[in-house]
């Protein structure tokens, strides 16, 4: 049966990340993240392990409650080192400070605790802020729109697929999408999976590519699409499955 630790690494590999990128998003340690793989992150206050737990499953977006549950510390652990970083008064000056977890347990008082905990809230609004800016700002430009998309013509068995071309140049590859019914969404840009989940009634979201976006939609008239930002609308009908539609600088191609 696999670990928490060893699933945690499943579910990041499987969206092609490196913990060198986990660690610059989330700001969590090298070491620490290394240590909740490999299940081996022990002599450590139960304030700091769910809260480092917390911060990672919320990046690979899957439910904290999940992992922290199963979570088990090994018979023998291995040496672990946290580093703790305080600014000088006037100059950005860093001190570096490498404890031996399982032989000496820090003293930490109720106001260190209460300042990491601050810490640790400011890094998830942190680390949210950007996604649900680019939510409200979808929300507001789905809002914006009103008129009605163009409709995408039609072609025979074996045609080429339908075109919609883009009304002027664009740098990058732009995608907006709305759903006003459940509906699962996988998206690829520039060939690396960014994401694939089921999103419901009224999330939104918005990506960029420098080349394309591959786009795959479960029910494709629940999504309303918005393409280098011209409004597109719903693309197919009511319980749909349509995969691969691709998004271009110049514009949206659907397969048929």
């Not at 977006?61 to 549950?69: S, T, W, Y």
């Not at 080192?81 to 490498?98: H, M, V, Y």
């Not at 949206?252 to 048929?256: G, Q």
């Given at each position: 049966?696999?670990?928490?630790?060893?699933?945690?690494?499943?579910?990041?590999?499987?969206?092609?990340?490196?913990?060198?990128?986990?660690?610059?998003?989330?700001?969590?340690?090298?070491?620490?993240?290394?240590?909740?793989?490999?299940?081996?992150?022990?002599?450590?206050?139960?304030?700091?392990?769910?809260?480092?737990?917390?911060?990672?499953?919320?990046?690979l977006?899957?439910?904290?409650?999940?992992?922290?549950?199963d979570?088990?510390?090994?018979?023998?652990?291995?040496?672990?080192?946290?580093?703790?970083?305080?600014?000088?008064?006037?100059?950005?000056?860093?001190?570096?400070?490498?404890?031996?977890?399982?032989?000496?347990?820090?003293?930490?008082?109720?106001r260190?605790?209460?300042?990491?905990?601050?810490?640790?809230?400011?890094?998830?609004?942190?680390?949210?802020?950007?996604?649900?800016?680019?939510?409200?700002?979808?929300?507001?430009?789905?809002?914006?729109?009103?008129?009605?998309?163009?409709?995408?013509?039609?072609?025979?068995?074996?045609?080429?697929?339908?075109?919609?071309?883009?009304?002027?140049?664009?740098?990058?590859?732009?995608?907006?999408?709305?759903?006003?019914?459940?509906?699962?969404?996988?998206?690829?840009?520039?060939?690396?999976?960014?994401?694939?989940?089921?999103?419901?009634k009224?999330?939104?979201?918005?990506?960029?590519?420098?080349?394309?976006?591959?786009?795959?939609?479960?029910?494709?008239?629940?999504?309303?699409?918005?393409?280098?930002?011209?409004?597109?609308?719903?693309?197919?009908?009511?319980?749909?499955?349509?995969?691969?539609?691709?998004?271009?600088?110049?514009g949206?191609?659907?397969?048929?």
């Open positions: 049966m696999e670990t928490a630790g060893a699933r945690l690494k499943k579910i990041r590999l499987e969206k092609g990340l490196s913990l060198e990128e986990v660690h610059k998003k989330t700001k969590v340690h090298l070491n620490i993240l290394k240590a909740i793989e490999e299940d081996s992150l022990v002599n450590l206050s139960s304030v700091y392990l769910k809260g480092f737990l917390k911060i990672y499953c919320k990046f977006r899957v439910n904290p409650a999940d992992f922290i549950k979570y088990r510390e090994p018979i023998s652990p291995p040496k672990i080192k946290t580093e703790f970083q305080r600014a000088g008064r006037t100059e950005s000056l860093a001190k570096t400070i490498s404890l031996k977890l399982n032989s000496v347990r820090p003293r930490i008082t109720l260190r605790a209460v300042i990491f905990l601050v810490v640790i809230i400011f890094m998830v609004l942190l680390f949210k802020l950007p996604a649900a800016i680019r939510s409200f700002q979808t929300r507001l430009s789905l809002k914006a729109k009103t008129t009605q998309a163009p409709s995408v013509a039609k072609t025979e068995k074996n045609a080429p697929a339908a075109l919609i071309p883009k009304n002027q140049p664009v740098t990058l590859v732009r995608l907006g999408l709305k759903v006003k019914e459940n509906c699962l969404v996988k998206v690829k840009a520039d060939g690396r999976l960014v994401m694939e989940r089921t999103f419901r009224g999330m939104s979201d918005s990506w960029t590519a420098k080349e394309k976006i591959e786009l795959s939609l479960g029910n494709a008239a629940a999504a309303e699409l918005e393409v280098n930002g011209r409004h597109i609308g719903a693309i197919g009908r009511r319980g749909q499955s349509i995969k691969n539609i691709l998004i271009t600088k110049d949206l191609v659907i397969p048929r």
